[in-house]
């Protein structure tokens, strides 16, 4: 099989049958038609959006106004040659190179209080995946208090490289689960007073699990399954 | 009142933001549901606590 399709790929039709065999029953259709917003794309957002991708959610809408800096590439999506490239046009043409059977739409804009709505109405989940402290709470209360339909599935809690098993996802808020420890404080949009040396760092698989964590809890609920 | 689950005697009417503050949290970090309704961040300080209220605050950690 590999020789058939060796630098070409399959055929979209193709593509599209495999991913559905798949999966049980319907559940393809159920993602093919789903529409997720992924808010900031450094560790988290990167990540979610490739497992989105490659599952085969239909549409992905990715927004974040940063470009891929060389202290990035130890923990998010990227690569070397993505450095000064937007987050978004390095990011949507990888999901091209993934699944091209994904609709991409991007914005290069930060998230900001009076645009969330404007921003995210229309999507059925919302991944937060934003890194300052402050920033993340406005996304998730303004969404939440002016989406009414949205679910959006945040994060908190997932530097270092301490244990795997205390990253977690809950059901915090009727329309809002949240993933990770709790705890750590990472990123450059740290607030909290505690140094980066207590937390241990920025590391790629502790951000990939709770990455994971946000991508499946969007699996299950664009599935509808609301249970954490 | 009941906050994340637990009662919380509530000695006098009090504003959102300066209940936050007096259960140690910083109303910048966290995200707020009374009655089931996410309360905005802009009317923290607006909305007035009583003791029928049923409050779940979520806090946030940076890192993404």
Known sequence: ?228 | MKVNGAEVILREVVRLDMFLVEQGYNPAYVAVEMNGEVVLKSAYDQTILSDSDVIEVVRFVGGG
């Open chain 1, 1 to 228: 099989m590999g020789v058939e399709y060796e630098g070409v790929g399959p055929a979209h039709g193709e593509l599209e049958a495999v991913l559905a065999a798949r999966y049980g029953a319907g559940v393809y259709d159920k993602l093919k038609a789903a529409r997720v917003a992924v808010a900031g794309l450094g560790g988290l957002g990167s990540h979610i959006a490739v497992a989105l991708a490659r599952v085969g959610v239909g549409f992905l809408f990715l927004v974040d106004f940063d470009v891929v800096e060389p202290s990035n590439l130890n923990r998010q999506s990227y690569f070397v040659g993505d450095v000064g490239r937007l987050k978004t046009e390095a990011l949507r043409e990888q999901i091209e190179a993934i699944n091209p059977l994904v609709e991409v739409a991007v914005r290069a804009v930060r998230v900001e209080e009076h645009n969330i709505v404007e921003l995210f109405g229309g999507c059925d989940v919302l991944c937060e995946a934003l890194d300052d402290q402050e920033a993340k709470a406005g996304l998730v209360s303004t969404a939440l208090a002016g989406l009414p339909g949205l679910k959006v599935v945040a994060a908190s809690g997932m530097a270092g490289y301490g244990s795997a098993n205390s990253i977690r996802t809950q059901r915090r808020l009727k329309n809002l689960y949240v993933c990770g420890d709790g705890e750590g404080c990472g990123g450059s949009g740290m607030k909290d007073t505690k140094s980066v040396g207590e937390y241990m760092g920025f590391m790629a698989p502790r951000v990939q699990i709770c990455a994971g964590h946000q991508a499946n809890m969007t699996l299950r609920l664009l599935a509808g399954l609301e249970e954490a």
